[in-house]
């Protein structure tokens, strides 16, 4: 893969598709003077250098990179969430990748030419995007003014005031409803994509479903939502459904699918281990990222039965949890392509220290799997930087779509390596993250 060439494809903004071509313009930046318009589809554009938005725009923190492209009618400059990417692009600060993505989906992270004798440092003045993005809002447009939404229509971020406990839409048309269940009607109004609310309380849902639920005030109306299409920001600790000092969701732009099967007496022995999150658009690629304060790879494994296109059991011709799958480590057991994480107990959040001493693993640490994965990042035994991307979210193993298995087992022996030896502190992505 190290050989392939890094190359771009124009693909403007997939979901208005009145927008046929791209401004290319003179310098990266909205106020350099537009070079020509490059139509939608170009492809296999080469890439000869990165850099950081000059003036700064961003959305919601993430700041814009701009890539210098070898266009059919000469070089010029094109923003990251208008191309996808692919090759080697680790001259530049990006990973290898073995299949197209949104650029402005990947973090970037800091070149620094070394000299010889020296150590690698990551340069100071060198800005490290640490969010993970698979593609900007969606945002209705009025015609007169779709021209310039190439470069405009995600220049803003969502208000959150300080303190106050906010939901964010994760999926289209969420439905706010009278009460805490899906049995209550009419709906009340419905959030569009990372349209948000101000969350008002939170009750279990009252239809028998294994789904917690949120009021919300969504433009002056209220109504009920259920948590797996939301995600929280600001002081929401105080509601009781998740501590505000918590990990966040490693991969930004996903949406919770399936929780943690607890045991019960109905439900033995425990069938899903972990926490799902699928891409939304049912997309491969999106950023995977390490915690805030770091951590270390334990392990990684390549799933073999996989193959290079990172290919889910059901491809490969097998249903889904085929016992030939899950008991055959060609396919790490089912895991696909998956990392191994450790978070010290000294970088872990109060709240989580506090929940591992309630379950009798005072002072240990959390291991954690990300499984079913696209391309691995990451190398065992490296040191990670806060937010580094570790891996881009795939399909890979006993899997049926793009998604991201997320698995947390508890040990206070911070040097253990065996992931099957940890069974005892399997517990809830829960004690660790928020959804």
Known sequence: MAQQPFIAKVIGIPHIPS?????????????????????????????IEVQEDAEKRNLEGKTY??????????????????IEISGDGTTVG?????????????ARQPVTTIQPGQETTPSSSETTQTFGWASPPIVETPADVQQEVVETQTATSAPTAVGEAVAIAMVEGVKLRPGPGTGHNPVAARMPFKSTAKI????????????????????GTQGWAREDLVRYTGAFGTLGRSAD?????????????????????????????GWDHGGLGQRKGAAILAGP????????AVCQRCGSEGA???????????????????????????????YHNDILPESTKAELAKRGFEGGHCFVMYAHLQDILVQAGQDLQ??????TLGNSGNSEGPHLHLELRADKNANNRSWASMKKGLMTPQVLYLR
């Open 94 to 106: 990006y990973p290898i990748l073995s299949n197209p993505i949104t650029a402005f989906s990947i």
């Open 386 to 391: 806060p937010n580094q991307q570790v891996a």
């Open 200 to 219: 008002l309380d939170s009750a279990s849902g009252d239809d028998g479903k294994d789904f917690l639920w949120v009021k919300l005030e969504y433009q």
């Open 312 to 342: 889910s059991a059901p491809e490969k011709g097998f249903s889904l949890s085929d016992q030939r799958v899950l008991g055959d480590a060609g396919w790490n057991f089912g895991y696909g392509h998956y990392v191994i994480v450790r």
């Open 19 to 47: 927008i046929v071509q791209i401004n290319v313009r003179t310098g990266p930046g909205t106020n350099a003077d537009i070079a020509f318009k490059s139509p939608v589809g170009t492809a296999n554009l080469p890439i």
């Open 245 to 273: 000092d918590q990990y966040p969701n490693p991969v930004q732009n996903s949406n919770w699918v399936r929780d943690f099967d607890y045991p019960t007496a109905s439900r033995l022995p425990w069938v899903h281990w």
């Open 293 to 300: 304060q770091g951590g270390k790879v334990i392990a990684t």
């Open 65 to 82: 990179q701009w890539f210098r492209l070898l266009f059919p009618q000469g070089e010029g400059w094109a923003r990251d969430d208008l």
